[in-house]
């Protein structure tokens, strides 16, 4: 090999790319990635999220580390495949091969300077790159981005660039022009960036059960070619705190060297194969026998006889001019025959099955639980990803359809052939076109098949018909247009790509931002919201709008791309005389009947949305109504409600309701009250408003309805404010599809009195108008702030009574606090009277066409269609009310019920009596080896009866945990009593990883400080106050502890001061039965921060032999506490399994598998459930383990950085040594506190 013309080719490459336009557009994309990220929008999300709280800069090593490997992945393997991928399919469609021969430059030497000079090209982009970035994060740093700018350190940039960059750029270099050489074939090269991209994205990044074997992980963070899920599992996944990733270097330890090393090598490798390959291919580079001539003669056949020609009339030819249709037909079985011949097409389809089907059947749902799949959920969540992927498909085979001809050097002959241009287009278009509906049939069957897997929800092909056909095809029909638009105005390969590629992120950016509104989706990414109640009711209208908007951008695009398209060389003067203005004006006004209808559809899509509920309008009022009243009337004191007395008619096919009612309002300050406030809603119609029987004009400040009484009211005097209006819910469109939090449609009704959606709300509502143009941070509380009368989290002053009168069609089941107490059915409507039987906070109205399964005092409305979980549900409810009256306080009202609504919201709420599940909580709902998730929302919503009705929380830090986390500790302790020790402990690890993953360490506060306004408030307000509960009831016993919230409850039920946290330990102190460990553990857990983290060191077991030749084992090692807290826990030597498992399925073998549905004992056994201490129901008494369960233990206490020798004496021979055992105490990093020998 001679260096020198290595050399030479080296520059002459570095020269040629650096002119082309696939570089400049790389770095421009680069330079736009820098300068966006430079604003902190990706960043680790670390610190503290208060203004002046120190932030996780996005300069440090960790930070630019987890940016650069980001862009690496998204940007570079892309550009980097394409660079070398092409480089020398180019040369051959340039015809530069063929003069190989003819040089002294050997194939070797080729091979090697184009694939040098191509990585030349590529570190001169990865240095302007880098540079970019510096000048973009320390040069001119925007205000708004100080805070997670930290100091400048070279070393910081270089060691990414060096450990992430270059390992990913030498590999996919290097395989990349090997697949290029070897095939030649375009395709296979876009196919490799593609599939990196959906391998480390949707793989090795977010594949990381926490049953995941340690080793596996390993294996799985080695072969990631970024070197992504290396970092994030080693030191992003639990947070660290921003002092560490703002000043630490990054550890690199012995596995991700090697594992970069060796992408380096096989990168080389790939070359050195591909320079052999190449040079043994070309012709001349062998010899070839005299009997291969002959058989490549084209004058002898196959047996070597001469071949003698026909005569040109043979061939039966005959010239005439083909029609439209006629050329579009020969057109597109060309293109059939060349598509069917395209390998890359066999490794496209296939891999788009994987990642449609594959993501879009493991979803989740309320505290992460896994969620059952119906035909229509199916459909809608995997359109995104089909229409992705096939995007990206259609521009590979649309471009290089469309360079075909150019490509293979028979341009000037097929453009000069009489087939029309329209023809030429729509015969390359249909031929694509088919390859889409080729994988929308594949992932069909795919998806029918996922479903019968299921063996649970009817298989229907409607909703993919629906979704897929009228949705997702016309998406399809503007994208092929607007490539073959861009690919006619450009006629360059490269800039095709960008352009396309370009739209396709730019769009997703806006998506992601939550700036794209309905109009403008084209895609319609996150537009679609699916229910099995009624299909896409909200927003039928405006998908009907924007789908003719796609058509009609489609045929406009089409017909613009054939009259632009190049079928001619390019005429200087031609182009002139088109682009003079009379020429220009006539194309223009040709073209303005195929603009008339995008231009329509879309000006009307736009101001529905626009004027709709979401829209600017609507955001200008929320908007002024803050402005108006957020000085005056923040923490305005308000009066008690007494009395809601409402008469309410609705029309659920009209979105329409008109009400009529009265609130009747107390003074109980000690000080007089001069005003009232209600909070209106604007849109409503006909509004009227009377005080006390006489009609009255409020002040209406921007929606605050302003009421000044004759006189203050004193203490305890009270005024009756009466309203009639009428209104629709929600008014107009929706911004980008999607759905809605209250709704009154032909599907179900929620209506709450959280809003003032159907009426007034009393007071100011605070958050209201609240963006981030005018955020704040949440209000400095004193430490004793509850002290004296603390207003409600959530509800009145105290509690009040209502009389609900609903007027719905008569095949509609309407609902509402309370009892009921009347029903009337009059000319096909249905009138229904509800009144609290005891007096609530808050109410709702929600209803219906629903099937209804009655139990115990009990009663749960659902669609008929869902009736997969309802029994286990029913149990579930039936155990809540009898257990929660036991341990917490008497249920107070007749029925406890549950009501099911459409799925255009995805939440649960807890109204007394009223409880409402969204149909993907709850009801579709799929238990799994991670937690019994059906038991456990139903457990927790149940227990909002009492943790947020019965007993309100106050308003302040910790108020909520009364709620939440007071759920979760309810719903911990229904599961030990009616499904046992494993369920129980299958759900304290379940919310334990919650809380690992999502906390927030520099952010996060003490229990008694936490108010949900900061990054981790909501795993530390729901798993971590349920486990706090947990611990406290271990540290002062079940009876003492149950005797403690029992008095808690009925002293604060119907006080107008509301506890929170400092009350309800108060409260307990005195029923502690050792009143110093009580101190102890409040202080640290609920006053401090922290979690304790323990390690197992030197483990070793040895066989010490026990009397009379009986089998007796040591087991020593050392206990570890990396984190903080001290508290007793148990260390255990074990054998075999403690739980059996409910089949086959292999899991964690300390995580208890859950009950599987269709094991549910019936009703009368799980309310008979013995004791936890006691053996399990019958159901599981029958699976007997394999391998009988043995364990020895001993308890061990260690605070904060403390280690302790421990030795366990056994029976038996251990096979593994862990912590914690039963699940009693929270910790990080439970599934590295395992040994196993």
């Known amino acids: 090999m001679n260096f020198g013309r290595v050399f030479e080719l080296v520059q002459l490459d570095l020269r040629r790319n650096l002119r082309r336009p696939l570089y400049w557009i790389w770095v421009i994309i680069l330079g736009l990635f820098a300068w966006g990220l430079s604003s902190g929008g990706l960043r680790i999300q670390s610190g503290d999220t208060a203004v002046g709280g120190t932030k996780a800069f996005i300069t440090s090593e960790f930070g630019l580390a987890m940016t650069f490997a980001v862009v690496f992945g998204l940007v570079y393997s892309f550009f980097v495949a394409v660079a070398a991928g ?338 030429l287009l729509f015969g390359k278009a249909l031929a694509n076109s088919f390859v889409a509906l080729v994988i929308m049939g594949v992932t069909l069957a795919s998806s029918v098949a996922v479903l019968a897997f299921q063996k649970t929800v009817p298989i229907t092909l409607e909703p993919f018909l629906l979704v897929w056909g009228l949705l997702l095809v016309p998406t399809f029909l503007l994208w092929c247009a607007f490539v073959s638009a861009a690919y006619a105005f450009t006629g360059s390969r490269y800039t095709t790509y960008a352009i396309a590629m370009g739209a396709l992120a730019y769009t997703g950016w806006k998506v992601a931002l939550g700036e794209l509104s309905l109009p403008y989706n084209w895609v319609l990414w996150g537009a679609l919201q699916w229910s099995d109640m009624g299909v896409f009711e909200l927003t039928r209208d405006d998908l009907i709008l924007n789908r003719l908007t796609a058509l009609g951008l489609a045929l406009f695009l089409t017909v613009l791309t054939v009259r632009v398209f ?237 009389r609900v009168r609903i007027t719905a069609p008569e095949e509609y089941t309407m609902n509402s606090v309370g009892v009921l107490v009347s029903e009337e059915v009059a000319d096909g409507r249905k009138t229904v009277v509800w009144e609290s039987d005891h007096p609530v906070g808050f109410f709702n109205v929600v209803g219906g066409r629903w099937a209804v399964h009655r139990g115990d005092g009990t009663a749960i409305f659902y669609h008929a269609e869902h009736a997969y979980n309802i029994e286990e549900m029913g149990v579930a409810l039936d155990a809540a009310r009898k257990f929660y009256s036991e341990w917490f306080y008497e249920f107070p009202w007749s029925e406890l019920k549950l009501s099911e609504f459409p799925a255009l919201a995805g939440y649960a709420q807890g109204f007394a009596t009223n409880i409402t599940f969204s149909e993907n909580i709850g009801f579709l709902t799929k238990s799994d080896a991670k937690a019994n998730a059906v038991f456990l929302v139903t457990a927790h919503e149940s227990a909002h009866q009492w943790w947020g009705n019965i007993l309100e929380p106050g308003k302040g830090p910790g108020g909520n945990i009364l709620s939440e986390g007071a759920a979760h500790f309810s719903t911990m302790l229904l599961f030990e009593e009616v499904l046992g020790p494993r369920d129980r402990i299958a759900f304290s690890k379940l919310i334990e990883a919650r809380y690992a993953k999502k906390r927030r360490v520099d952010s996060e506060r003490p229990l008694v400080k936490i108010d949900g306004t900061r990054g981790g408030d909501e795993t530390v307000t729901y798993d971590k106050g349920g ?27 119907a006080d107008r001061d509301h506890p929170v946290l400092q009350d309800f330990v108060a409260h307990l102190r005195p029923f502690a039965p050792d009143a110093a460990a009580f101190d102890d553990f409040v202080n640290q857990w609920f006053f401090d921060v922290v979690v304790p983290e323990y390690e197992l060191v030197d483990v070793e077991r040895e066989n010490v032999g026990g009397a009379n030749g009986a089998e007796r084992w040591e087991v020593t090692l050392r206990v570890k506490n990396k984190g903080t807290s001290r508290m007793p826990i148990e260390v255990a030597a074990v054998r075999g399994d403690r739980f059996p498992k409910a089949d086959e399925e292999t899991v964690d073998e300390e995580t208890p598998r859950a009950m599987d549905p269709a094991t549910v004992p019936d009703e ?74």
């Open 1027 to 1053: 486990w706090v509960f947990w611990m406290l009831l271990q540290r002062m016993g079940r009876e003492h502890t149950l005797a403690g919230i029992r008095s808690f409850i009925a002293f604060y039920k």
């Open 1164 to 1237: 009368d056994a799980i309310l008979a459930a013995a004791p936890a201490d006691e053996p399990k129901p019958e159901a599981n008494e029958a699976e007997e383990p394999k391998d009988p369960y043995f364990d020895s233990r001993v308890t061990v206490t260690l605070g904060a950085g403390e280690e302790l020798e421990v030795t366990i004496t056994c029976d038996f021979e251990p096979e593994r040594v862990l912590v914690d055992p039963d699940a009693l105490i929270l910790q990080l990093g439970r599934d590295h506190a395992i040994f196993r020998f």
């Open 86 to 423: 092409m480089t020398v399919i180019q040369d051959e469609e340039d015809k530069v091969t063929q003069l190989l021969h003819s040089t002294p430059l050997t194939p070797r030497e080729y091979v090697w300077g184009k694939f040098l000079g191509v990585l030349a090209s590529i570190l001169v982009v990865l240095c302007l790159h880098v540079a970019l970035a510096m000048a973009f994060n320390h040069v001119g740093v925007d205000a708004d981005a100080a805070d997670y700018i930290g100091p400048f350190a070279l070393g910081n940039y270089l060691k990414p660039v060096i450990f992430f960059g270059l390992p990913l750029i030498l590999f996919m270099a290097g395989m990349a022009f090997a697949v290029g050489t070897v095939t030649r074939k375009p395709i296979l090269v876009f196919f490799l960036p593609v599939g990196l991209l959906l391998l480390c994205e949707f793989f090795l990044w977010e594949w990381s059960p926490d049953w995941l074997d340690p080793r596996l992980n390993k294996a799985l963070m080695a072969v990631d070619p970024v070197g992504f899920r290396w970092l994030l599992e080693t030191w992003l996944k639990v947070d660290r705190g921003a002092d560490f990733y703002n000043t630490q270097p990054i550890e690199l330890g012995l596995l991700f060297p090697l594992s970069r090393l060796g992408f380096v090598a096989l990168g080389l490798f790939f070359m050195t194969w591909t320079s052999r390959r190449f040079a043994n291919s070309l012709r001349g580079a062998r010899k070839v026998s005299k009997r291969s001539l002959e058989r490549l003669d084209p004058a002898r056949d196959g047996a070597g006889r001469a071949v003698v020609p026909s005569p040109i009339s043979a061939l039966g030819m005959r010239q005439a001019r083909p029609g439209f249709v006629r050329g579009l037909i020969h057109v597109a079985l060309a293109e059939f025959r060349e598509l069917r011949s395209q390998p890359g097409l066999y490794l496209f389809i296939p891999l788009i099955i994987l990642f449609t089907v594959g993501n879009s059947s493991f979803l989740l749902g309320a505290f992460d639980t896994s969620l059952l799949l119906t035909p229509g959920v199916i459909a809608v969540r995997s359109m995104s990803w089909l229409t992705t992927l096939v995007c990206f498909l259609l521009m590979f085979y649309m471009v290089e359809s469309l360079r075909r001809e150019e490509a293979t050097g028979i341009r000037s002959i097929y453009y000069s052939t009489p087939v029309g241009t329209g023809a």
């Open 566 to 802: 190049p079928r001619r060389m390019f005429d200087a003067t031609r182009t002139i005389v088109r682009l003079r203005p009379r020429a220009l004006a006539l194309t223009g006004l040709r073209l303005v009947p195929f603009a008339a209808l995008p231009l329509i559809t879309g000006v009307m899509l736009s101001n529905r949305v626009d004027d709709g509920f979401q829209g600017e309008t609507a955001e200008k009022r929320a908007k002024d109504y803050w402005r108006k009243n957020v000085a005056t009337y923040t923490d305005a004191r308000i009066p008690d409600t007494v009395a809601v007395d409402i008469d309410l008619e609705l029309e659920p096919s009209e979105r329409w309701f008109q009400v009529k009612g009265t609130y009747e309002l107390v003074n109980r300050e000690a000080e007089p009250l001069r005003q009232v406030l209600l909070t209106a809603n604007p849109t409503w119609e006909d509004l009227a408003w009377t005080m006390d029987g006489e009609a009255i004009e409020p002040e209406d400040r921007e929606g605050l309805m302003v009421f000044t009484p004759p006189a203050p009211l004193a203490t305890g005097d009270g005024v009756v404010i009466g309203f009639e209006h009428s209104g629709y819910v929600p008014r107009g469109s929706t911004k980008n599809g999607g759905g809605a939090w209250e709704f009154i449609l032909p599907s179900g009704i929620v209506l709450t009195s959280f809003r003032p959606s159907f009426v007034p709300v009393v007071g100011y509502v605070e958050g209201r108008g609240v963006d981030e143009d005018n955020r704040h941070d949440s209000r400095e509380y004193p430490d004793d702030f509850y002290e004296g009368v603390t207003a409600s989290g959530f509800g009145s002053g105290a509690p009040f009574s209502t």
